[in-house]
């Protein structure tokens, strides 16, 4: 069920981003007055064709759907009527071109900021910033965070939520900051702590760099009582119920939930003696954990999740809107933001201080939209819009092939006064191919890892 749900999830990505931006390129063409042959989703042989229009413009899917491209009359590409020579693409002038190729990319970015304003406007969910135990000799701790403060600003950057705490701290660590911290305490009082990020290293940005500092999220006591029972688990085979009290497993005692996942990872593939509170009674239950992968580590899990106080879960939730027109100021921001933020975590992996490993591929990214489908529609519109401000983002960039590599000729032309030689562009051309395919292989290599390591 959920490789069909990450399957599903992914597709749709995929064909929203995909037609959304050859739409930008159609959309201006058709605008500038140049005539469309193919509108396709997808390369290779079509799946579906229909002609549609005056022009008898091909609407295409075709049978590999990764991307896809709009066919636009050129002289380069075949022979053109004397009649249609001026709805070319060839024939117009270099800011048409040039405005043509610059709409695929702004038609993802207008995408993403049309994606945050519902957002914003819907509301998004999340943790209040809310501080647990703070470990010793870590960089909290020397900053002199406390137990049950509430992070409120970062820098000059207002925040809600965890995930906003995460952001804010994960640009100023790229940029290797030292950060002012406004928290608020449990009377109410505020203060400012100091906190240098310069510590974290590249690897360190790769996994939870938040733990890394000492700032953990405040979690209430969960005792370890069974709140659901995942179907055909090891749990469910053993006979475990919903409502069931864990105490003991293999004799240890069990206090909380932690406890007992603690201990049953531990045990791996071995059997875990579990004695259970059940209506006043106490029974026995034997469980053999199903072995799983996580970060590298084997670990054993039995498919139970806990009974969740849901009045103390409100008081640590919060839902974040914002009226239409702080909405949408909101998301112009986001996604300017976030677009600089990907130049500057691509320029800092060029120049050595941010890890390669970074870099997904499509495997990831399929399954990030699987997670976010399941955890519902406020998350799965944010992976939508961040996808296609990378999409916007990755096309803008200098290199022949892609949206960015045919305006850098523009503006070379626009520079020069004429157009760059063939062999120029065929040099340009070649050394495209070849960052395309070595970033094409780092994905890969990367995705190919995860699923190995777990």
Not at 172 to 196: K, Y
Request: with cysteine; aromatic share 8%.
């Amino acid at each position: 069920m959920n490789l069909l749900i990450t399957v599903v999830a992914f597709a749709i990505a995929l064909g929203v981003l995909i037609v959304i931006h050859e739409l930008g390129h159609y959309i201006v063409a058709r605008f500038c007055g140049v005539k469309v042959l193919r509108f396709s989703v997808g390369f290779g042989k079509p799946v579906y064709s229909r002609p549609v229009g005056a022009d008898r413009t091909e609407w295409v899917i075709a049978a590999i759907p990764l991307g896809g491209y709009v066919k636009m009359l050129d002289e380069r590409e075949g022979r053109v009527a004397p009649e249609e020579l001026g709805r070319a693409f060839n024939r117009q002038s270099v800011w048409r071109r040039f405005v043509i190729v610059l709409a695929g990319p702004a038609a993802n970015f207008l995408l993403a900021v049309l994606l945050y304003w519902f957002l914003f406007l819907y509301g998004v969910q999340g943790m209040r910033p809310v501080l647990g135990p703070v470990p010793p000799e870590t960089h909290a701790a020397a900053a002199a965070f406390r137990t049950g403060e509430t992070i409120v600003k970062v820098g000059d950057e207002p925040v809600q939520t965890w995930q906003e705490v995460r952001w804010a701290l994960l640009k100023q660590a790229v940029a290797r900051a030292s950060v002012n911290i406004e928290v608020r305490g449990r009377g109410g009082e505020i203060d400012w702590r100091r906190l240098d990020l310069s510590v974290l290293s590249p690897e360190d940005l790769d996994s939870d760099f938040l733990r890394k500092l000492g700032l953990l999220s405040y979690q209430p006591t969960v005792k370890a009582v069974v709140g659901r029972v995942v179907a055909a688990s090891p749990a469910a085979r053993a006979g475990l119920r919903e409502g069931d009290e864990i105490i003991e497993v293999n004799g240890l005692p069990v206090a909380r939930w932690e406890d007992l996942v603690k201990e049953v990872r531990a045990l791996g593939a071995r059997p875990a003696n579990l004695l259970v509170s059940r209506d006043g009674a106490r029974v026995a239950v034997q469980v053999i954990p199903d072995m799983v992968v996580e970060s590298g580590t084997r670990v054993g899990k039995i498919g139970i999740a806990p009974r969740i106080d849901r009045a103390e879960l409100q008081r640590l939730l919060v839902q974040v809107r914002y009226p239409p027109d702080r909405a949408l100021l909101k998301a112009l921001g986001k996604t300017w933001e976030t677009s600089v933020f990907s130049l500057q975590m691509l320029w800092k992996m060029i120049v050595g201080e941010v890890s390669w490993r970074n870099v997904s591929g499509p495997i990831t990214i399929a399954d990030y939209a699987g997670q976010s489908a399941q955890m519902g529609l406020a998350a799965y519109v944010g992976f939508l819009a961040l996808i296609s401000i990378s999409l916007g983002v990755l096309n803008l960039l200098p290199i022949p092939l892609l949206d960015g590599g045919h305006l850098m000729y523009y503006m070379a032309e626009i520079i020069r006064g004429r157009p760059p030689s063939e062999r120029a562009m065929e040099i340009g051309q070649q050394v495209g191919i070849a960052l395309l395919i070595t970033l094409m292989a780092f994905a890969l290599y990367n995705d190919i890892n995860r699923l190995i390591s777990g």
